[in-house]
């Protein structure tokens, strides 16, 4: 299933990265091997299999409304490259 | 050159409505959800702050509370219900999706009634959907860059979204609708649903027609707006501006517009007007929900009785006018005191009594307050309300003594009879006192008495008061208007 370059670069857009012209076709190429990988699937027999939308045979995975602490603030700016007055500080990112 | 007769625009408006939850814990972590008033980034667990490796748990409450909202507005419950990923990439989202619900909401359909323009009306409900908060964002610059600063004690709130059909057609009808769903989500006491604390939020979609057409016009999405009344004026300033475009043969445009609070008017976000693309798959750390009949069932022995039915319930039990029960069934704290005070009053017929004091020289303390206090924020309860209104019956304390006492319950919490003891409010009906009294105002009096023997007959009103005021308002004022009624009789 061969990509187009318009559909890398549209999918770049969605996940904000930015491709040069090489990159793009690095890429079509490298997605368009994945989905064909993933092809293999359509070839398994499935009429008996009702539709899901887990592979998992479980539901209702839940708990009761209880609190536990949360972690300590320390631990949770500890790997923000920048942070202030207790906040992460990131570059503005205007709405695409 | 001919004029064109002024085409009637008819606005078509629908709301999308966003709740907080009022969860103890967070919508798939164990984090406290109240982060009101806490410092940044201590309601933080690695699962909200979208760690890797981390798993999600759902909070049932949260999809309780949810239910029981879709159970008041009439919803269909699905048998079975599933968590989506909606992706999108910005700072305020920890892990670049969201936990949403895509094609398989908890409710589907419904309505909610309304005071509408036109009298009661319907508005129908597409569904109601549960998803998480995202973390809260400060937009800031200092000199050097614009920057974000992230506080993280939002991200993974349950939130509740609501998305009604286009079925309101004017601002009030927004607004109105806005007010009814809000008193509801507090009745169902499933959330703060305060304006001001970022728990009820909601985006308007409106779009403009020729009044007795059926397609609709182009759509504009209305944000920004954080109270009823901008609802309302954001909605009728957008009637002014389409209509205008339009009636000059202008197109509107299909875009997202904020309302400005300082001007009452909505100046357009710019944002580039593209399908968003959120590229929604199924939660894969999230087995599906299955929500059985039976679950369904309890849930609505869990819903009170709502504030229609309350009203309703008021008018025909205690013979109330509809204003007035629907003033007490305003909140449900309001209406849990009036039939409390009315029970603590000892007789049902002193219920009109009762709820003249709760909407009259009670909520008048309340309001100085704040908006939105109960009784039980007071020293007064309920109790004092009922015993004051049997004293008053009972004739033990005049009606002005009456407001001395509440007066002073609200300063002491003291029970309104031994106020009246001690204060010595006992109402005077000693025949032989008032009539000193009597005699005393008509000798000082002449301007009032004469008019009275001149024929107006009102002019006894006066004579009345004066006599009260000389007694402090403890005075029976009929014995008063009889004993003043009698000297001025014997002296024409």
Request: glycine share 6%.
């Amino acid at each position: 299933m061969a990509l187009t370059a318009d559909e890398v670069r549209y999918i770049a857009r969605l996940a904000r990265v930015a491709l040069t012209g090489d990159e793009v076709e690095r890429m079509r190429e490298q997605l368009s091997n994945i989905l064909d990988h993933f092809q293999a699937l359509n070839d398994v027999p499935t009429d008996d299999v009702p539709p899901t939308a887990q592979s998992l045979d479980l539901a209702n995975v839940d708990r009761p409304d209880q609190t536990h602490p949360p972690a300590d603030r320390e631990q949770v700016l500890a790997n923000a490259p920048r942070r202030e007055n207790g906040f992460l500080r990131v570059r503005a990112v205007l709405e695409a | 050159m001919t004029t064109k007769a002024r085409t009637e625009y008819e606005v078509v408006v629908g709301v999308e409505v966003h709740v907080q939850l009022k969860t103890r814990s967070k919508m798939f972590c164990a984090c406290p959800r109240d982060y009101y008033n806490a410092e940044p980034n201590t309601h933080v667990c690695p699962v909200c702050l979208g760690a890797p490796g981390v798993l999600p748990v759902i909070n049932r409450e949260a999809v309780h509370f949810t239910i029981l909202a879709g159970l008041a507005m009439g919803c269909e419950i699905p048998a079975e219900s599933k968590f989506d990923r909606k992706n999108y990439p910005y700072p305020d989202l920890m892990k670049g999706y969201q936990i949403s619900q895509y094609d398989r909401p908890l409710c589907v359909g419904g309505a909610l009634e309304i005071e509408g323009d036109d009298g009661p009306k319907t508005v129908r409900l597409e569904r109601i959907h549960l998803e998480e908060d995202t973390a809260r964002l400060l937009h800031r610059d200092d000199g050097a860059e614009p920057y974000s600063l992230i506080d993280v004690n939002r991200s993974g709130v349950p939130l509740m979204e609501l998305v009604t059909k286009p079925d309101m057609r004017s601002g009030h009808e927004t607004a109105a609708f806005l007010r009814t769903l809000r008193q509801l989500l507090r009745y169902l006491e499933i959330s703060d649903a305060d304006m001001e604390k970022g728990s009820f939020r909601f985006d308007v979609n409106l779009s403009l027609r020729p009044r007795g057409t059926q397609p609709l016009g182009t759509k504009v999405e209305l944000k920004n707006m954080n109270s009823f009344r901008s609802a309302q004026r954001g909605v009728e300033f957008e009637v002014q501006r389409q209509s205008a475009i339009l009636e000059s043969g202008g197109r509107i445009l299909l875009e997202t517009r904020g309302f400005v609070d300082a001007t009452g008017e909505t100046a357009s976000q710019r944002s580039k007007e593209e399908a968003h693309d959120y590229r929604y798959f199924p939660e894969p750390d999230l087995p599906p929900l299955r929500i059985p009949a039976e679950e369904v069932a309890a849930l609505r022995e869990r819903l009170p009785e709502l504030p229609d039915a309350k009203r309703a319930r008021f008018e025909r039990e205690y013979g109330l006018p509809h204003d007035e029960a629907a003033l007490l069934a305003e909140t449900r704290a309001r209406a849990g005191a009036f039939e409390e005070a009315v029970r603590a009053a000892g007789d049902p017929k002193r219920a009109r009594a009762v709820a003249h004091w709760l909407i009259g020289d009670v909520a008048r303390h309340l309001n100085a307050l704040g908006a939105d206090a109960e009784l039980a924020d007071t020293r007064v309860t309920p109790a004092h309300i009922g015993e004051l209104a049997r004293l008053v019956e009972e004739r033990t304390v005049t009606a002005s003594s009456a407001k001395e006492v509440l007066d002073a319950a609200f300063e002491s919490g003291e029970m309104p009879a031994a106020i009246v003891e001690a204060r010595g409010l006992r109402i005077v009906s000693d025949a032989g006192a008032i009539d000193e009294v009597a005699r005393r105002v008509i000798e000082a009096n002449p301007k009032a008495v004469d008019d009275y023997r001149g024929g107006k007959e009102s002019a006894i009103k006066f004579l009345v008061g004066q006599v009260m005021r000389e007694m402090r308002g403890r005075a029976d004022p009929n014995g008063a208007t009889e004993a003043l009624r009698s000297h001025l009789e014997a002296g024409r």
